[in-house]
């Protein structure tokens, strides 16, 4: 009877050795998994970094305003190029016509209100300038 005794203890010693040993062997796995994502974790942060870097960068305005006048040429809108609602012929409809194609046309605005006439500078208007250097363009 005694040697059972010892069987099921020596039995169960290795069982629970046993058990330990995996366990150990798997914390072991997944400390080194925590490892590796840390680091990437680390390297993204990194990278992260260099592209807001690199946005600030490319955002400068004197970087934006070379970009614009090399990509979109827009010339400065002179002020006799301004009309105003007045300076607009009046667009004569048939009464008969109330919308096209079911989109109702628009009417004159029954609370318009005249716009008082703003007087000129005394000193006159000047066309706003500016001059593109050339630079290298990234």
Do not use: C
């Not at 827009?74 to 002020?79: G, N």
């Amino acid at each position: 009877m005694k040697w059972k005794v010892y069987a099921l203890i020596a039995l169960a010693f290795v069982t629970v050795s046993s058990g330990l040993y995996k366990l150990s062997y798997e914390v072991q796995q997944l400390n080194g998994d925590l490892r590796n994502i840390r680091a990437q974790i680390k390297d993204n942060r990194q990278a992260i970094q260099v592209l807001k870097a690199e946005w600030a960068y490319r955002n400068r305005p004197d970087n934006l305003q070379a970009l614009t006048a090399k990509y979109l040429p827009l010339l400065l809108v002179a002020p006799y190029q301004v009309a105003s609602l007045e300076d607009l012929p009046e667009r004569e409809l048939s009464p008969e016509i109330t919308s096209i194609l079911g989109v109702p046309i628009p009417r004159r605005k029954p609370r318009l209100e005249i716009i008082e006439e703003v007087p000129l500078p005394p000193q006159g208007l000047h066309l706003a300038t500016y001059q593109v250097q050339d630079r290298d363009l990234d």
